[in-house]
């Protein structure tokens, strides 16, 4: 066997160009999907104060935002609604009028190559905050489950070409395929979150779509961070009730079960960079401590090795942005 000094790793490390040639990973902006918040209203462009560069916008404003997003070729928008009304059902959510609808219909309009995913759950929508129907103070997974399907179908309805349901209730995406299936959405995929963790990572998330739950938490259906095999059954549970594309959430501090999930299944895989995340990232930069460019880089690709498809992400717009002007 060859070793120091006829070998050296370092010959392929000497100049940016033969790094380039046996770099093993890379991000491409087409492996992103960017989300994004639709407040109901009017005139409304409203930036998130814990997710700098991040907006609330209502339906109105968003034809030059996402038009802006197509240019980049960022594929896919992931739409999260934020409702005037909140009620014991998340009525709201299923609305044919709601936010969400209104947003898809408009975004069609002006990006009609854009694809529009939207997030399937109920907690901006619920007065409790929780993700879905309350019973004597539980979440009462069944009967969350028509609520879900009535969601996804309205959205479907709406022109979405992609459903994505984060609620984490057993037999969801069952209930979602069928109800698609019978009014004749058969060929909407959906993305299922299907192992979502209860990650303290989604704070800042919860001031940008109000969802917070008025109380408990939501460890008796988002799983517990330690677990790993238990990831996995959830992930073989949604694809045998027929998901299309499988994700993980939170992304960074979970590289190992996204590692696991990319070796034990062939369906599309993504992960959710959550806002959590970007949080740190922007106040490290914004203190000076990271290079922004390069952190980015080094995070989006490191979930890449990890085994990840695609990467939803809130920095989809500035890494989009760095690569067009890289030339
Ligand atoms: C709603 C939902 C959450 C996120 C995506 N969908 C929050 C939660 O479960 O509390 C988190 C996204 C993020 O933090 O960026 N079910």
């Known amino acids: ?59 109105d404003q968003l034809p030059p935002e996402v038009e802006e997003i197509a240019r980049l070729k960022i594929p896919a928008v992931l ?42 759950c109920l907690c901006e929508y619920t007065n409790h905050g929780h993700c879905g129907v309350v019973i004597n103070s539980q979440v009462d997974n069944d009967q969350t489950l028509a609520l879900l399907a009535k969601t996804a179908l309205s959205h479907a309805e709406a022109g979405a070409d992609i459903v994505a349901p984060s609620d984490m209730m057993d037999g969801r995406v069952q209930a979602i395929r069928q109800e698609l299936d019978k009014y ?20 800042p998330f919860r001031e940008a779509a109000e969802s917070a739950p008025q109380f408990g938490d939501r460890r008796s259906y988002q799983m517990d961070p330690p677990n790993v095999r238990e990831a996995l059954r959830e992930v073989e549970q949604d ?20 590692r696991q999930a990319r070796s034990t299944f062939n ?6 960079s959550v806002s959590g995340e970007y949080a740190m990232v922007k106040v490290a930069v914004h203190q000076g401590w990271f290079n ?36």
């Open 1 to 59: 066997m060859i070793s120091f000094p006829q070998l050296r790793l370092r010959r392929l490390r000497r100049t940016e160009t033969i790094r380039t040639l046996v770099r093993e990973n890379r991000v491409d902006v087409s492996d992103l999907i960017y989300p994004m918040f639709v407040v109901e209203g009017r005139g409304v462009k409203q930036e998130v104060a814990s997710m700098p560069g991040i907006f609330r916008y209502s339906p």
């Open 79 to 120: 739409l999260f609604g934020i409702p005037q009304h909140k009620d014991e059902l998340g009525s709201s959510a299923y609305n044919p009028e709601g936010v969400v609808q209104q947003a898809i219909r408009i975004i069609k309009n002006s990006a009609p190559g854009l694809l529009v995913i939207t997030d399937v």
């Open 184 to 203: 004749g959405f058969a060929d909407i995929p959906i993305l299922s979150y299907a192992a979502k963790y209860a990650s303290a990572f989604y704070g």
């Open 267 to 272: 369906h599309p895989l993504a992960a959710y």
């Open 239 to 258: 694809i045998a009730e027929g998901a299309d594309i499988i994700m993980i959430k939170p992304a960074l501090a979970y590289l190992d079960v996204i």
């Open 292 to 327: 922004e460019k390069q952190i980015v880089t080094e995070i989006l690709t490191a979930i890449k090795r990890a085994g990840a498809d695609i990467i939803v992400t809130y920095h989809a717009k500035e890494f989009a942005t760095w690569l067009a002007t890289e030339g």
